[in-house]
C-alpha cells in the first residue's frame, strides 16, 4: 500500500516536474525542473524493485550529465535575452505537432500496458543480477556504447589538441 | 529493527549531526590556531565553546537578502540542496552493527549518489546569483566534483571486489575478517581522500570559493542563514566523508585487532567509530592548516593524469588477485 | 612527483608538531604586553622644571606632521614669551610617527606609551590644549628651552642663559 502511494507520488512529481521542464522560458529553471524529474524517476525505479537502476539513475544522469548540462548554460550566460528567445519559440503553432505525436505515443503506451498481464512485479534486482545480467547476454550493446563513448572521448581529445596546439602556436 | 528505535536513531543523526557540525565551527578554529601557534577563539565561554552558539544566533539574527538581480528561484533552491542531499547522506552510515537508519544493498551507491547531488548547491548558487565571481567559483565546482567523482566511485569499487556487497555493514562485516581495508586498499583509500576533499571542497581544494582569487566563489553573494546552510552542508560533508572513510577503510565499529581482547571487550563499539570519525575529521583540519591551495589547472590534471590511473591500476590489480590467487 | 608528494607529506608532520609548541599570543586585556619607555603612542605636551610650558608655538611640529592632525596658534604673555594660544591634536588622524617629536626643538611634544585610545564619538578624539598637557617633564628632565636660549624673558635677561656669554655692546668701542 506503501508503495503504491511512493508510486503515485513518485509519478506525479516526475509527470508535472517534466511538463514544468518543457515549458519554462528560462534554461536553468527548466534544467532544476528536469533535474527533480529524473529524481522522480529514480524513485519509482526503487519502488519497482531496480535500486541498483534507480541509484546509477541519480549517480549518473542526475548527478553527472545534468550538472555538465548546468555547464554548459553557464558557460553561455543565457540572460533576459534567451527569455525572449523562449517565448517566441513556444508559440502553439511550433508545439501543437509534436504534442499530438507525444499523444499518440501515450496512447500506444497506454494500449500495452493495458494488453500486458505482468505489471509491478514486485521482485528485487539486485547489483549483482544486473552486473551479470550486462556482462551475460547485452555484452554486446554493452561493448557497442563503450566504443560510441570511446569515440566520442577521442573525437573531444581530437578538437581539445587543435586548440591546445593553436594556444602554443603550434601547428598540427 | 523496532521501529522507535529506527526513529531515536533518525533524530540522534539529525541532532548530532547539527550539533556535530555547530562545535565544528568553533573545533575546527581552535585546532587550526593550535596548529598555527595561535590560541584560537577562547572567549566565549568555557574554552570559547559558547562561539558555536554565537555564530548560529549571529546567523539566523542577520538580514536574509536576495539580490534584486538574482533568479530568485535558483538562488533560493541552492542552499538547500547541500544540507539536504549531506543529510540523506548519513542514512547508511553504519554507527554499529545494529546501529543505523537503513542498510540499503546499494548503500555505497547511495552514498555517491547523494554526494553527487551536492554539486547542485553549488552550481546553482553559482549560476542563480548572477555574479562573475560567483559564476566562475561554479564553474570550477563543476568541473572539479564531475571529474573526483570519477575517481570517488572508481576507487571504492575494490573495497566492492573484495567483500562483494555495496552494502556498508557487510563492507565493515568482512573487514572484521580480512582486516582494515586500509592496507589491503592502501591505494584505493588515498584516491577516496583526495577525492573526498575535493567533493566536500575542503581547504587544499577550495577553488570554488578561493577567497583570494574569486572574492568567496559562490556564495559570494549569500548572507545571513543561507550563507549559514552552505557552511552547515560544508561541515556536514566534512563529517559524512570522514565517517564514510571510517566505515569503508578503518573498519568502522570495529576496534584495532592488535588491541588485547580486554579492551576490545570493555570499549563499546560506537566509541570506536566516533573516535575514529574525529581522529578523521582533525586530519581535515590538519590539511587546511598545512596545505597551500593548488592552482586550478594543477587540480585538474593531478586528478586525471594521477588518480585516475592510479584507481584504475588499483582497480585491475585487485581484480587479478581475486580472480587468481 | 615522488618529491613533491613527500614535502606535503613532510609539512603535514611538520605543521601536526605545532600542536606542541606555545602559542605565540598575548592575551592582550588581561596580558598587557610590555611597552618600551620610548613607545610612540599618545602624544602629550609637556612642561620645564619650573612648571611652564615647554612650547613656544614654533609650529614646526605642525609642519612635520605628515597627515596635519596638528594645529596651534601662537601668541605671547607681556614680557615676550611665546606660547601657544590653542594646541590641538585630532588624534583620529595621527598615524604615531613621531615626527613632531623630532621636530621639536624645545622637547615639549612627547609620544608615550599608551594606545588605548578608543572613543565611541569620533568629536573625542580631538584633544585640545589641557588635554595634552601633563605637569611633569617627560623624558627629558631639567630641561628648559629658555635656560638655553638667548631669549630675554622675565626673570631672566639676555647673557644670562647657560652657556651664553654676554651680549656685545656694539656701541661701545671697547674690546
Known amino acids: 500500500m506503501i508503495q503504491l502511494g511512493l508510486f503515485y507520488m513518485a509519478a506525479t512529481i516526475t509527470v508535472v516536474a517534466s511538463l514544468l521542464a518543457v515549458t519554462r522560458y528560462n534554461a536553468s529553471h527548466a534544467l532544476i525542473y528536469l533535474i527533480v524529474s529524473l529524481l522522480g524517476s529514480a524513485i519509482i525505479f526503487y519502488v519497482l524493485g531496480a535500486p541498483f537502476a534507480a541509484v546509477l539513475e541519480v549517480l549518473i544522469y542526475a548527478g553527472a550529465i545534468m550538472v555538465l548540462f548546468v555547464f554548459v548554460i553557464m558557460m553561455l550566460n543565457l540572460g533576459a535575452a534567451g527569455v525572449d528567445n523562449e517565448h517566441q519559440w513556444l508559440q502553439p503553432r511550433m508545439w501543437i505537432i509534436p504534442s499530438l505525436l507525444c499523444l499518440l505515443l501515450l496512447a500506444e503506451i497506454l494500449f500495452l500496458l493495458n494488453t500486458s498481464s505482468h505489471a509491478l512485479s514486485g521482485t528485487v534486482v539486485g547489483p549483482k543480477v544486473v552486473g551479470i545480467e550486462l556482462f551475460g547476454p547485452y555484452v554486446l550493446a554493452v561493448e557497442i556504447a563503450s566504443m560510441l563513448l570511446l569515440a566520442g572521448l577521442v573525437g573531444a581529445y581530437h578538437l581539445g589538441r587543435r586548440y591546445l596546439l593553436d594556444m602554443r602556436g603550434e601547428s598540427l | ?325 | ?175
Open chain 2, 1 to 325: 529493527m523496532e521501529e522507535l528505535t529506527i526513529f531515536l536513531v533518525i533524530y540522534g543523526t539529525l541532532l548530532g549531526a547539527f550539533g556535530a557540525a555547530a562545535v565544528l565551527v568553533w573545533f575546527e578554529r581552535r585546532l587550526l590556531g593550535f596548529w598555527q601557534d595561535r590560541l584560537g577563539p577562547n572567549r566565549v565561554g568555557p574554552f570559547g565553546i559558547g562561539l558555536a552558539l554565537a555564530d548560529v544566533i549571529k546567523l539566523l539574527a542577520k538580514e536574509d537578502w536576495v539580490p534584486p538581480f538574482s533568479d530568485r528561484l535558483v538562488f533560493i533552491f541552492a542552499p538547500t540542496a547541500v544540507v539536504i542531499t549531506m543529510l540523506l547522506g548519513f542514512a547508511v552510515v553504519p554507527y554499529t552493527e545494529h546501529l543505523f537508519i537503513a542498510d540499503l544493498n546499494i548503500g555505497l551507491l547511495f552514498f555517491l549518489g547523494m554526494t553527487s547531488l551536492a554539486v547542485y548547491s553549488v552550481l546553482l548558487g553559482g549560476l542563480g546569483s548572477h555574479n562573475k565571481y560567483a559564476l566562475l567559483g561554479g564553474l570550477r565546482s563543476a568541473a572539479q566534483m564531475v571529474s573526483y567523482e570519477v575517481f570517488m566511485g572508481l576507487s571504492l569499487m575494490g573495497v566492492v571486489m573484495i567483500s562483494g556487497s555495496f552494502s556498508l555493514v557487510d563492507i565493515v562485516k568482512t573487514q572484521a575478517e580480512n582486516g582494515w581495508f586500509v592496507i589491503s586498499q592502501f591505494f584505493g583509500f588515498i584516491v577516496f581522500l583526495m577525492a573526498g576533499i575535493a567533493e566536500s571542497h575542503r581547504l587544499p581544494f577550495d577553488l570554488p570559493e578561493a577567497e583570494h582569487e574569486l572574492v568567496a566563489g559562490f556564495h559570494t553573494e549569500y548572507s545571513g542563514m543561507k550563507f549559514g546552510l552552505f557552511m552547515l552542508g560544508e561541515y556536514l560533508s566534512l563529517i559524512l566523508i570522514s565517517s564514510m572513510i571510517t566505515t569503508i577503510f578503518f573498519g568502522g565499529w570495529l576496534g584495532p585487532s592488535f588491541l588485547p581482547d580486554l579492551v576490545l571487550d570493555f570499549v563499546p563499539p560506537i566509541i570506536w567509530f566516533f573516535a575514529k570519525t574525529g581522529t578523521c575529521i582533525c586530519f581535515f583540519i590538519l590539511l587546511r592548516a598545512a596545505i597551500p591551495r593548488p592552482r586550478y589547472d594543477q587540480l585538474m590534471s593531478f586528478g586525471w593524469k594521477l588518480l585516475l590511473p592510479l584507481t584504475l591500476v588499483n582497480l585491475l590489480i585487485t581484480g587479478a588477485v581475486l580472480l587468481w590467487l
Open chain 3, 1 to 175: 612527483m615522488l618529491k613533491a608528494i613527500l614535502s606535503q607529506i613532510i609539512s603535514l608532520y611538520r605543521i601536526c608538531l605545532h600542536l606542541f609548541a606555545k602559542a605565540d599570543t598575548v592575551q592582550y586585556p588581561e596580558e598587557m604586553p610590555y611597552l618600551a619607555p620610548r613607545y610612540r603612542g599618545r602624544i602629550v605636551l609637556t612642561r620645564d622644571p619650573d612648571g611652564n610650558e615647554r612650547c613656544v608655538a614654533c609650529n614646526l611640529c605642525a609642519v612635520a606632521c605628515p597627515v596635519d592632525c596638528i594645529a596651534l596658534q601662537k601668541t605671547e604673555d607681556e614680557h615676550g614669551r611665546w606660547y601657544p594660544e590653542f594646541f590641538r591634536i585630532n588624534f583620529s588622524r595621527c598615524i604615531m610617527c613621531g615626527m613632531c617629536e623630532e621636530a621639536c626643538p624645545t622637547y615639549s611634544i612627547q609620544l608615550t606609551p599608551d594606545f588605548e585610545m578608543c572613543e565611541y564619538d569620533r568629536q573625542n578624539m580631538v584633544y585640545e590644549k589641557e588635554h595634552l598637557l601633563i605637569s611633569g617633564q617627560g623624558k627629558y628632565p631639567g630641561y628648559s628651552f629658555y635656560n638655553v636660549a638667548g631669549k630675554a624673558i622675565k626673570d631672566k635677561d639676555k647673557g644670562e642663559a647657560l652657556n651664553e656669554a654676554q651680549p656685545i655692546d656694539i656701541k661701545s668701542l671697547l674690546p
